[in-house]
């Protein structure tokens, strides 16, 4: 991984304005927000740089405006529930640049926090145009990213301030980016990829990425369906994307060409109705699937067999759950294979690195989000590193 300044490289920032990238796109409910990750996540970059007496600026989108004003997607609906988390009153200033900007900053004390409007308000933003981002970058001294989620966004808050102004990672880029090259930029070997989820068609870049980079590809969800009708298994009334077999039997290949062991359940958890705890419920072999049945988890042999797998590895990446977990009993496997993950990164053996929305509610739900590694709450972000893409708001970061 590419060097990249983090705040530990700022020298005295007392008086001086800050332009931080955060991602406060909150989900709301009745006019707050139900979900404060995203905020408290960002908290240690916003209160260091205040109790160090700068005056920081806070640059966020919120929703999709598409250009122009609306006043329910301002930065101020949320307002509120930044200042809860941080503990401090805030200022909300309606612009990103202009008089306004510079007269709030003039009322602004040190150490004090401002929060701008909706960058996403100014069509220059997501058209990344070099003018709309000199005219915000104009009143700040330094920008620091602390928004990995929109880092795969090449818009004017995320990559064109880097460019203008001395750039730094915050405290969660700066933990997100070491924990991702941790996992595949320099690993611990063998690594093991566990990639579940309904298609295959939303991970194949994902899954030709990673067969070249990883030791052991464990294959689970409804996507785990294609690739075992690839092998001609007949997987009954199970979702199943049959158009790309061959695209399935194509990674399988360039698995065995690199030295990676793709696996697939042999036991299947199926049902012939998609519901909690149904009566059909039954465990069998992946070759005993009924034409009437789904299958919906992996069953418990091969979930026993997994837990081996990493028991032998030293570095894991997960994306995407197991099977149905939503449902029981279908969270079986993917509640079993977290907890044996965070018990062997509990005990040292084991480094694991998770993402992506359904990762995360499985992981809550097996009640292990705290014993991994880390855990990447950025949805497209995550999964466009795992496709090893360059992501244009980490690479200006880069020098």
Not at 141 to 148: L, P
Not at 182 to 208: F, I, R
Not at 363 to 385: I, K, M, N, Q
Request: contains cysteine.
């Amino acid at each position: 991984m590419a060097a990249f300044k983090t705040l530990d490289d700022l020298g005295e920032v007392t008086g001086k304005v800050a332009l931080v990238r955060v991602d406060l796109n909150l989900p709301m409910a009745e006019g707050r927000a139900s979900d404060l990750t995203r905020v408290e996540m960002v908290r240690d970059t916003i209160l260091e740089l205040a109790d160090k007496g700068a005056k920081v600026l806070l640059l966020a989108h919120f929703g999709r405006p598409k250009g122009a004003r609306n006043s329910t997607m301002s930065t101020s609906m949320v307002q509120g529930d930044v200042e809860r988390v941080l503990d401090r009153e805030i200022m909300f200033i309606p612009e990103v640049s202009g008089p306004v900007v510079e007269q709030s900053i003039g009322i602004l004390c040190n150490g004090d926090i401002g929060l701008l409007d909706n960058v996403r308000f100014w069509p220059g933003e997501e058209a990344n145009e070099a003018e709309f981002a000199a005219k915000i970058a104009a009143h700040g001294d330094f920008y620091v990213n602390d928004a990995f989620s929109a880092a795969h966004r090449a818009h004017a808050s995320t990559e064109g301030l880097a460019r203008i102004l001395p750039a730094y990672a915050g405290r969660a880029m700066e933990r997100e980016l070491t924990a991702l090259d941790a996992a595949l930029g320099n690993p611990e070997t063998p690594v093991a990829a566990v990639v579940g989820g309904a298609k295959v068609s939303t991970k194949l870049a994902v899954l030709e990425n990673l067969v070249g980079r990883v030791q052991h590809l464990i294959i689970g969800g409804g996507m785990a369906n294609t690739f075992l009708a690839a092998r001609g298994v007949d997987v009954g009334k199970s979702l199943c994307e049959h158009d790309l077999t061959d695209t399935a039997n194509a990674i399988m290949d360039a698995a065995d060409h690199s030295g990676c062991t793709v696996h697939l359940p042999y036991d299947v958890a199926v049902a012939t109705e998609f519901a909690a705890n149904p009566e059909s419920f039954r465990i069998c072999n992946v070759h005993e699937v009924g034409a009437d049945e789904m299958i919906l988890d992996v069953g418990p042999q091969a979930t026993e067999a997994l837990a081996d797998v990493l028991k032998t590895c030293r570095t894991l990446v997960w994306n995407g759950p197991m099977g149905a977990f939503e449902m029981e009993p279908f969270d079986t496997a993917t509640v079993s294979l977290a907890k044996t993950a965070a018990a062997l990164t509990l005990e040292g053996s084991l480094i694991s690195v998770c993402g992506g929305g359904d990762t995360v509610a499985a992981l809550a739900h097996a009640g292990v989000t705290d014993d991994v590694t880390y855990v990447s709450s950025a949805g497209g972000a995550f999964l466009e590193w795992m496709e090893g893409k360059t992501l244009p708001g980490v690479a200006a970061l880069e020098g």
